[in-house]
């Protein structure tokens, strides 16, 4: 309402007619002067369905009436307020720190915090709300009815008079509680190990903090950050699926990453598929398969003069064996340079062979080949069983390592 707009007659008490009911002149929230308090619209009359479907578009200001026969106006006590109440002082006008009182913005407010006129941007953290509200209060509510503009909850138990109704202000467009009945009766004085609005992605939201400083964070410790902060017990899985939108929500999906890389390199080996004795020429079969990545022939620039390729067979529905070739940097960290996808272990994959086919681009000039302890040992102790011997074999490995740095020390 403009207070510039109000004319300046005296304060003067109104006078009811006979023929007209008394009326209450008092101006109080959105009770409307001048029409019987019978006749007011109540939010939680059996018509309010059909009342907020009709004037869902409306402000909150311009709450609807129903359609009731006019009635004549009384006259109505006009206020004549002093002029400080008509304009507000120029530096509260035009001083910020005052200015976020004068706007309509969206306010946070505690976790289980829930009344009539709560504004949120969107649906989702309205419902979101409304979960923390029941998790908080160790109650529970079923969705009535879910559209693009309402949304309305009741209790799951049909004796409980708790129930909530948000709407879409699209004039605003913003989402508000409209309808808030309750408080529940149905609360049960145990609390129950878990909570079904306890979902996945709430618990991301707790542990966002826990696994930006540390990815590697383990699911027992999500489990128990939840007990003591919340009060309940997840499953594994409810953790590890939180853990999970805590990392995407962080750094991303896999799927982005991989399209944020500058450069794939890759190379497809193919052979002629047969049906029967008969050649199929619109179909191959997948035979062996390298790829790298940028990043990866970027970083192999800063590690140590060594490759190390090991590999590891394949378990799910297609069988093979997976080769990664490894370098380390300064500080001995694991860096991967390249991948292969091979049928196994032949004499085209064997690393002594590759490293010393003809045109490969290995030589004595610029590289030395070298066998590895730790993989001789596993040889060993697949071949002959015995673990005293392995011990064996690797001191056997680490005496030469020392004897050829003292060799290459003192000659």
């Known amino acids: 309402m403009d207070l510039n707009q109000i004319p300046s007659q005296p304060f003067e008490q109104a006078r009811p007619s006979a023929s007209q009911p008394n009326v209450e002149t008092n101006i109080e929230d959105d009770v409307v002067v001048g029409l019987p308090t019978e006749n007011v619209f109540d939010p939680f009359s059996e018509d309010e369905d059909e009342i907020l479907s009709a004037h869902e578009h409306d402000d909150e200001e311009t709450l609807p009436i129903p359609n009731n026969p006019p009635l004549q106006p009384q006259p109505v006590a006009i206020y004549n307020p002093p002029p400080h109440f008509l304009e507000f002082p120029n530096e509260i006008q035009q001083d910020s720190e005052y200015s976020h009182l004068l706007e309509r913005d969206m306010v946070v407010y505690p976790p289980g915090t829930l009344f009539v006129g709560q504004r949120f941007q969107t649906k989702e953290q309205m419902q979101d709300a409304i979960n923390r509200f029941h998790i908080v209060n160790h109650c ?156 990866c022939i970027d970083g192999f620039a800063f590690c140590k003069p060594i490759v190390q390729v090991d590999g590891t067979f394949l378990y799910g529905r297609y069988k093979g064996t997976l080769l990664v070739a490894v370098a380390q940097d300064g500080r001995n960290n694991i860096i991967p340079i390249a991948f292969a996808v091979v049928e196994g272990e032949t004499s085209d994959e064997a690393i002594r062979s590759a490293y010393s086919r003809n045109g490969s681009g290995w030589t004595e000039n610029n590289s030395v080949h070298v066998y590895c302890t730790r993989h001789i040992a596993q040889n060993f102790m697949r071949r002959f069983k015995n673990a005293a011997l392995k011990k064996d074999v690797v001191n056997i490995g680490k005496f030469i390592i020392t004897f050829l740095k003292a060799f290459d020390y003192y000659f």
């Open 140 to 295: 529970s509510y079923k969705v009535k009815n879910s559209s693009s503009t309402r949304l309305v909850m009741e209790c799951v138990h049909h004796d409980c008079a708790w129930r909530c109704r948000g709407i879409l202000r699209t004039r605003e467009q913003h989402w508000e509680i409209m309808i808030l009945e309750g408080p529940h009766t149905c609360v049960s004085p145990l609390i129950s190990q878990d909570h079904n609005k306890l979902g996945s992605q709430m618990i991301a939201q707790s542990i966002g903090e826990i696994i930006e400083v540390d990815p590697s964070t383990s699911i027992s410790t999500i489990i128990a950050h939840i007990k003591s902060t919340m009060g309940y017990t997840i499953s594994y899985r409810k953790g590890w699926l939180a853990k999970q939108h805590a990392i995407e929500n962080i750094f991303g999906n896999w799927e982005d990453s991989y399209n944020k890389l500058p450069g794939f390199i890759w190379k497809l080996n193919t052979q002629p598929a047969y049906q029967g004795e008969l050649l199929d020429e619109g179909s191959v079969i997948f035979k062996r398969l390298f790829w790298t990545f940028k990043p």
